[in-house]
């Protein structure tokens, strides 16, 4: 978060400074027609990625605090999903395991799957975006009995977004899921 900070400060320095230096050279009128069109295209950009996002079942105060105990469940691998992420937090990301879409997760905002044991392939997309390309996903080995956590970020790029997941220690992910308010309840039952 620091590091996109940084960058978007620059880029804000950097507009300043090539508005100040057009205007300079085409006249203020021009570039005031220039800025009313960038407003226009920022606010497009905006509401299409916004009209992508789809109604989802919240959990229950019930279902979310017996979530949080993470109790092993007899089996099957238990995995948690979470977003808490500032950036492009309004746009949902829609979770695929094994190619299915299994959740839609804002941030912040965590999920629990149950899986079945053995090798699973873990990958989202923002609806304005493609599906992920093979290699775009991470794999996950379930065991029966066991607890995962997975952290679900949006990273920029030149054009578009790439959705990564870091699976993080069983202890550092039970921290900042229970940090996150709202749970979401996912499309399925268990995978």
């Not at 960038?38 to 017996?66: G, K």
């Not at 790029?157 to 039970?174: E, F, H, N, S, W």
Request: charged letters at 20%.
């Amino acid at each position: 978060m620091p590091r996109n900070l940084v960058l978007y400060g620059l880029a804000v320095i950097a507009g300043v400074i090539g508005y100040t230096l057009l205007r300079s050279l085409v006249g203020g009128e021009i570039m005031a027609i220039f800025a009313l069109v960038v407003a226009v295209v920022a606010v497009v950009i905006v509401v299409r990625n916004l009209q992508t996002n789809r109604n989802v079942a919240q959990a229950t105060p019930q279902e979310r605090e017996q979530a949080l105990t993470f109790a092993p469940v007899a089996g099957k691998g238990v995995l948690y999903i979470f977003r808490n992420q500032f950036v492009g937090r309004a746009v949902g990301i829609n979770v695929l395991i094994d190619g299915r879409e299994v959740a839609q997760l804002k941030s912040p905002r965590f999920t629990r799957l149950l899986l079945t044991p053995g090798s699973h392939r873990l990958a989202g997309y923002t609806g304005t975006n493609k599906a992920p390309a093979p290699g775009e996903d991470l794999e996950l080995i379930a065991n029966a009995g066991e607890v995962y956590v997975c952290k679900c970020e949006v990273e920029p790029q030149m054009i578009g977004v790439t959705i990564k997941y870091t699976p993080l220690p069983l202890d550092a992910g039970r921290t900042e899921v229970k940090k996150i308010t709202r749970m979401v309840t996912p499309d399925v039952g268990d995978i």
